[in-house]
C-alpha cells in the first residue's frame, strides 16, 4: 500500500500564509491527478483543489484566489500554496493521488487558523 506524506501544517494567525507539500513515492507520478481535500470536525471532507496531468486546475469557491495547487513531477511532490488564511480554513489536509483504479491518500496535516 501506498502512503503520502503531508508536511507544511500548523499554526498561522488570520491573513497568514502556509504551504503544504506532498511526497508520493509512486512510479509514473507525471500520470496521476491530484487533490487536496479538508475535513473541519463535524463536515465531511471536501475537495480543495485539484490538478490533471495535464496541469489543468480547479478550485473549490471558498479558496479560489487564495490557494494555489502546484506539482513537480521532477520529485513527486504535490503542493498547496496558502494565502490570506481565514479561521474557517482550519482542517486536517490531506492530499490524493489518482490513476485509473489506483487511488491513494495521506494521513493528513493540521492546519490551523487563530489568533
Known amino acids: 500500500q501506498v502512503q503520502l506524506v503531508e508536511s507544511g501544517g500548523g499554526l498561522v494567525q488570520p491573513g497568514g500564509s502556509l504551504r503544504l507539500s506532498c511526497a508520493a513515492p509512486v512510479s509514473m507520478f507525471s500520470m496521476y491527478a491530484m487533490g487536496w481535500y479538508r475535513q473541519a470536525p463535524g463536515k465531511q471532507r471536501e475537495l480543495v483543489a485539484g490538478i490533471t496531468t495535464g496541469g489543468d486546475t480547479n478550485y473549490a469557491d471558498s479558496v479560489k484566489g487564495r490557494f494555489t495547487i502546484s506539482r513537480d513531477n521532477a520529485k513527486n511532490t504535490l503542493y498547496l500554496q496558502m494565502t490570506s488564511l481565514k479561521p474557517e480554513d482550519t482542517a486536517v489536509y490531506y492530499c490524493?493521488?489518482?490513476?485509473?483504479?489506483?487511488?491513494?491518500w495521506g494521513q493528513g496535516t493540521q492546519v490551523t487558523v487563530s489568533s
Open positions: 490524493n493521488v489518482q490513476r485509473t483504479w489506483r487511488s491513494y
